[in-house]
């Protein structure tokens, strides 16, 4: 199954993303996260990235569509994936349709994680991310079982420093700008599923799983 993961920054793409990949043996990609490891590599175009990220605004999108192109070009991702924080813009949803056709493969379902502004500014502030593994937490609601330490890996657990209110009010408002069409993008090509996003992370599982049980 190929799936692409769509919402504002805080909506749970990623927490469901690890829940789906865990459940239907798909990889993950998420180019958030391959940003941050060039990043935090200091490779060329992790410099490029960084002060975009810094800022809370998109990475040219020739950028990430490359990455995107090279990954989409391994091995694991032959029986599917799950695209998480990709595409962004229109030009990247374009660029992705190119890839996939050039593959002979196609999406078979979007998922649109909804879910209202208010909470999303309180989510993303209590968000802490494991270093190593990149599993997310939220103190509040999904709390590490000990402090600052990854159930996962025993990795260390961090706050993003575009998890400020600062640069969170910015990625909000890059995302109504830029990503926000993408909705209409993918309704107009009967892909969209819309995941009301209010609940527990296992409600919000629940709906993904009837959604993903029926392709
Ligand atoms: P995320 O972890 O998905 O919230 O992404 C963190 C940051 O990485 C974003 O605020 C952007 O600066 C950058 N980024 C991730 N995915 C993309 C994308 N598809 N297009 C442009 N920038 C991206």
Same mark, same amino acid.
């Given at each position: 199954m190929r799936i692409i993961l769509l919402g +504002? +920054? $805080?909506? $749970?793409k990623g927490t469901q993303a690890k829940k789906i990949e865990e459940e239907f043996g798909i990889p993950q990609l998420a180019t958030g996260d391959i940003i941050r490891l060039a990043i935090k590599e200091g490779t060329e175009w992790g410099k490029r990235a960084e002060p975009f990220v810094r800022e809370g605004q998109l990475v040219p999108d020739e950028v990430v569509i490359g990455i995107v192109k090279e990954r989409l070009?391994? &091995? &694991?991702v032959r029986n599917g994936f799950i695209l998480d924080?990709? +595409?962004?813009t229109l030009k990247q949803a374009e660029a992705l349709e190119a890839m996939l056709q050039d593959l002979g493969i196609a999406i078979d379902v979007v998922l649109y994680f909804d879910i209202p502004a208010e909470e999303l500014v309180r989510r993303l502030s209590a968000r802490r991310v494991c270093e190593s593994c990149q599993t997310p937490y939220n103190l509040i609601s999904s709390p590490p079982k000990? &402090?600052?330490?990854? &159930?996962?890996?025993g990795g260390k657990l961090v706050q993003r420093p575009d998890d400020t209110p600062e640069v969170i009010r910015k990625r909000l408002a890059v995302y109504e700008e830029q990503t926000k069409p993408l909705v209409e993008f993918y309704s107009r090509k009967s892909l969209l599923h819309v995941v009301p996003s209010s609940g527990t992370i296992e409600e919000i599982y629940a709906q993904v799983k009837a959604i993903l049980g029926k392709k």
């Open positions: +504002p +920054p $805080g909506a $749970g070009s391994r &091995d &694991d924080g990709f +595409p962004r000990n &402090d600052e330490i990854c &159930d996962r890996c």
